[in-house]
């Protein structure tokens, strides 16, 4: 390849440009198809009326529809533990609460079972947030979480009862 052919030019990197061979199929194949996928979505975006934002709202809509009726389910729950007053009362609670939750298995006093006595030494950790963290999530042997089934009031006063014995 001459630099001296008409076709061929040298750049000032060396590189010499060789424009009589043209680009391989596949290459032309890429580069136009590519160009045309690309049209094609900006105009299906821009006429379609179609936007992702939009369809988040739509769902964002749908789902804040569907709220109101687990909130009504959920709603009588809440308020005896909204009105809570003296402590006792709520230990009480706590109390009624282990006895239906617990005691299976860390016995009727708290005083252990198959689960560890909860009146002495604490594993991971005797603060109101560890033992609300043991209740809500779990702990690995064979503590179930109760996230699910217990209301967060309902797991402080049992938070609350547990760190009283
Ligand atoms: C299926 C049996 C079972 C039930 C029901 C159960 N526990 Fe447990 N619990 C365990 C076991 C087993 C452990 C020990 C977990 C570990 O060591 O990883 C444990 C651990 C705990 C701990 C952590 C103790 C520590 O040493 O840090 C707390 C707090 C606790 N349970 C409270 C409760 C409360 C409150 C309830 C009722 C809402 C309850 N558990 C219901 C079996 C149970």
């Keep these: 390849m001459s630099t001296t052919d008409p076709h061929n030019e040298e750049h000032a990197d060396g590189i010499v440009e060789d424009r009589e061979k043209a680009p391989p199929v596949y290459f032309n194949v890429l580069f136009y198809g590519l160009i045309i996928w690309g ?3 900006m105009s299906f975006y821009l006429l379609s009326g179609w936007s992702s934002d939009a ?9 804040k529809g569907e709220q109101p009726v687990q909130q009504e389910a959920a709603a009588p729950t809440p308020a005896p533990a909204a009105v809570q007053a003296p402590a006792e009362v709520v230990a009480a609670d706590g109390q009624t609460l282990f006895k239906k939750h617990c005691a299976g298995c860390h016995g009727a006093n708290g005083k252990g079972a198959f689960g560890p006595d909860l009146s002495g030494e604490y594993k991971y950790g005797k603060t109101t947030m560890a033992v609300h963290e043991s209740i809500a999530y779990g702990r690995p042997k064979n503590m179930p979480g109760f996230e699910e089934k217990l209301s ?3 797991i402080d ?9």
């Design 39 to 41: 049209v094609a979505f």
């Design 152 to 154: 967060p009031e309902e």
């Design 157 to 165: 006063a049992l938070t609350e009862f547990i760190l009283s014995l």
């Design 55 to 63: 369809e988040l709202k739509e769902k964002m809509a749908i789902h």
